[in-house]
């Protein structure tokens, strides 16, 4: 890649990296890269515009290094004329990203100089696809080795060790005892956590627990996250949906028993996913107080956001001595607002009022309909496509079965080599009636999706009246961006980008009937 300049000497700037594995391999150390490249200046008779950069323990596979970002800013703003480097690969193991490298010190005007290997750096055509080729090799060598370990973790999974990082109330630690390649590391139950997690399934399983809970019993045991901070909703809920613990593993597709202790026995797994099942599938984000307007609601005079809470006291003669507020952020002891609180019902019922002012017209619903019904057709030809796929699969299997007996009663195979391949046909039996399953839920949960949307565009007010409180959330997310508040009523509404545009394209009704707020950025219907 030679760049013409004006520099009467050369202006260089050097780049170094190195992996782990790397440094390990080759000895190619940082300290050894910096020297090499200082020698090539002084031979080039060359400057050195700046200190080397480099970037020590990163992968080439990765574009987010710290050093090459900071290299390549570096050469933007010109006055650099060489980049002195060990070898190609030293800026990246991916041809892709190796190449975008290329073309940006050559929009630069700076010349790649490299110190080991074979290189080819000109402006011809043979060059660069000679370098295009010097590339791919580069990238080689990661691929091999991502291979390698993938396939020796992958024997690993099947001598029953887990090649993962241990789960919660797990610990992994070099095996004192090992009798094979696979168990030098092994995972273990963490002594000081692993009875919480246990006596958490246990909690869960007799049906008087919720996620929130579990969490925060885990949370006053010491069972943390980052920082000394409960454990994460999510995180809860995947350790009470992992079969690890009761001894099943699940890696990379693969599914096997593993050699590790578990912490809780099958009957109890299978009664906490049954549980976690009725829930529904916002068991995951269960709150202490579930308010339909989280995340909606802002402050006009401060532009906080509001939040919700319960007032309790024996005065209050509904809501069996309670009663809910919204409320600024900013208000209080320590906020600079004065705006008001506003009642929970009063709030919720002035959206109430914007969520039945959202019409759609006739036209588009028909437009709705026709595109629905063209979809509908398409998955269920694809379902169709599938479970033809799936019967000549199976019609297969049981052929090679009915096959497999005959030569047993025959004799021409023997009773192991029979249960072998017999319980092989079975699994694969297993997985066809699986998918045929899986294929049929498809079929539902799409029937149900589209019926949805065909209620929301006919009747939008009706659905989201008798809607479940998250239910109706996800409607005014979608509607609705924000409800600025002020003086305990709606000031000030953003729609959502598609409501936005399907009001300009006249698909989409804001009822003529209201009034403008002050400061208002809508416009009554003409």
């Given at each position: 890649?030679?760049?013409?300049?004006?520099?009467?000497?050369?202006?260089?700037?050097?780049?170094?990296?190195?992996?782990?594995?790397?440094?390990?391999?080759?000895?190619?150390?940082?300290?050894?890269?910096?020297?090499?490249?200082?020698?090539?200046?002084?031979?080039?008779?060359?400057?050195?515009?700046?200190?080397?950069?480099?970037?020590?323990?990163?992968?080439?596979?990765?574009?987010?290094?710290?050093?090459?970002?900071?290299?390549?800013?570096?050469?933007?703003?010109?006055?650099?004329?060489?980049?002195?480097?060990?070898?190609?690969?030293?800026?990246?193991?991916?041809?892709?990203?190796?190449?975008?490298?290329?073309?940006?010190?050559?929009?630069?005007?700076?010349?790649?100089?490299?110190?080991?290997?074979?290189?080819?750096?000109?402006d011809d055509p043979y060059s660069k696809f000679f370098d295009e080729i010097l590339a791919s090799v580069n990238a080689l060598h990661p691929r091999i080795s991502g291979y390698k370990a993938r396939q020796t973790a992958v024997?690993?999974?099947?001598?029953?060790?887990?090649?993962?990082?241990?789960?919660?109330?797990?610990?992994?630690?070099?095996?004192?005892?090992?009798?094979?390649?696979?168990d030098k590391r092994i995972i273990v139950p963490d002594e000081q956590v692993a009875p919480f997690v246990t006596k958490a399934f246990k909690m869960y399983a007799a049906g008087e627990h919720s996620i929130y809970s579990i969490?925060?019993?885990?949370?006053?045991?010491?069972?943390?996250?980052?920082?000394?901070?409960?454990?994460?909703?999510?995180?809860?809920?995947?350790?009470?949906?992992?079969?690890?613990?009761?001894?099943?593993?699940?890696?990379?597709?693969?599914?096997?028993?593993?050699?590790?202790?578990?912490?809780?026995?099958?009957?109890?797994?299978?009664?906490?996913?049954?549980?976690?099942?009725?829930?529904?599938?916002?068991?995951?984000?269960?709150?202490?107080?579930?308010?339909?307007?989280?995340?909606?609601?802002?402050?006009?005079?401060?532009?906080?956001?509001?939040?919700?809470?319960?007032?309790?006291?024996?005065?209050?003669?509904?809501?069996?001595?309670?009663?809910?507020?919204?409320?600024?952020?900013?208000?209080?002891?320590?906020?600079?607002?004065?705006?008001?609180?506003?009642?929970?019902?009063?709030?919720?019922?002035?959206?109430?009022?914007?969520?039945?002012?959202?019409?759609?017209?006739?036209?588009?619903?028909?437009?709705?309909?026709?595109?629905?019904?063209?979809?509908?057709?398409?998955?269920?030809?694809?379902?169709?496509?599938?479970?033809?796929?799936?019967?000549?699969?199976?019609?297969?299997?049981?052929?090679?079965?009915?096959?497999?007996?005959?030569?047993?009663?025959?004799?021409?195979?023997?009773?192991?080599?029979?249960?072998?391949?017999?319980?092989?046909?079975?699994?694969?039996?297993?997985?066809?009636?699986?998918?045929?399953?899986?294929?049929?839920?498809?079929?539902?949960?799409?029937?149900?999706?589209?019926?949805?949307?065909?209620a929301i565009t006919q009747n939008i007010v009706r659905v989201y009246k008798d809607a479940e409180i998250d239910r109706k959330r996800a409607y005014l997310h979608f509607f609705f961006k924000k409800f600025l508040i002020k003086?305990?009523?709606?000031?000030?509404?953003?729609?959502?980008?598609?409501?936005?545009?399907?009001?300009?394209?006249?698909?989409?009704?804001?009822?003529?009937?209201?009034?403008?707020?002050?400061?208002?950025?809508?416009?009554?219907?003409?």
């Amino acid at each position: 890649m030679k760049i013409e300049d004006n520099f009467t000497i050369p202006r260089c700037i050097g780049y170094a990296r190195v992996s782990t594995i790397g440094q390990k391999e080759d000895g190619a150390s940082i300290d050894v890269q910096k020297t090499k490249i200082l020698e090539k200046i002084q031979e080039m008779r060359g400057e050195l515009v700046e200190d080397i950069f480099v970037d020590n323990g990163r992968s080439g596979t990765n574009m987010n290094r710290p050093g090459l970002t900071a290299m390549l800013a570096r050469c933007s703003k010109k006055g650099i004329s060489h980049l002195v480097i060990l070898d190609s690969s030293r800026l990246s193991r991916e041809t892709r990203d190796y190449l975008t490298i290329r073309a940006a010190l050559a929009k630069y005007k700076v010349e790649i100089v490299a110190l080991t290997g074979i290189s080819s750096f000109g402006d011809d055509p043979y060059s660069k696809f000679f370098d295009e080729i010097l590339a791919s090799v580069n990238a080689l060598h990661p691929r091999i080795s991502g291979y390698k370990a993938r396939q020796t973790a992958v024997e690993k999974f099947k001598a029953g060790y887990y090649p993962s990082v241990a789960l919660i109330g797990y610990l992994n630690i070099t095996n004192p005892n090992p009798t094979s390649s696979f168990d030098k590391r092994i995972i273990v139950p963490d002594e000081q956590v692993a009875p919480f997690v246990t006596k958490a399934f246990k909690m869960y399983a007799a049906g008087e627990h919720s996620i929130y809970s579990i969490r925060m019993y885990l949370h006053n045991n010491g069972v943390k996250g980052k920082l000394g901070k409960p454990l994460q909703y999510s995180t809860v809920y995947n350790i009470l949906k992992s079969s690890f613990y009761y001894g099943l593993m699940k890696w990379g597709g693969l599914e096997g028993m593993g050699k590790h202790r578990s912490l809780i026995n099958k009957e109890i797994y299978d009664i906490v996913q049954s549980i976690l099942r009725e829930k529904g599938d916002y068991g995951i984000r269960r709150r202490k107080h579930n308010f339909l307007l989280r995340g909606l609601t802002f402050c006009k005079e401060c532009g906080k956001r509001f939040v919700a809470e319960w007032h309790y006291h024996k005065k209050y003669k509904t809501g069996q001595g309670k009663i809910g507020m919204y409320h600024c952020t900013n208000l209080g002891k320590k906020g600079s607002c004065h705006a008001k609180y506003v009642l929970l019902t009063n709030l919720e019922g002035q959206v109430m009022q914007e969520v039945s002012k959202l019409e759609f017209k006739p036209e588009f619903i028909e437009a709705v309909k026709r595109n629905i019904r063209k979809v509908y057709e398409e998955s269920t030809d694809t379902v169709k496509s599938a479970k033809k796929a799936l019967c000549n699969q199976k019609t297969v299997v049981e052929l090679k079965r009915e096959r497999l007996e005959e030569e047993l009663l025959t004799g021409t195979l023997n009773r192991e080599a029979f249960k072998r391949l017999y319980s092989k046909f079975e699994a694969q039996m297993l997985d066809i009636q699986k998918e045929m399953s899986e294929l049929e839920k498809i079929r539902t949960i799409d029937f149900k999706v589209f019926e949805e949307v065909l209620a929301i565009t006919q009747n939008i007010v009706r659905v989201y009246k008798d809607a479940e409180i998250d239910r109706k959330r996800a409607y005014l997310h979608f509607f609705f961006k924000k409800f600025l508040i002020k003086n305990r009523e709606i000031a000030e509404i953003e729609y959502q980008p598609v409501i936005q545009e399907l009001s300009q394209a006249n698909s989409v009704i804001l009822s003529a009937t209201w009034l403008p707020r002050e400061d208002s950025n809508l416009q009554p219907s003409s």
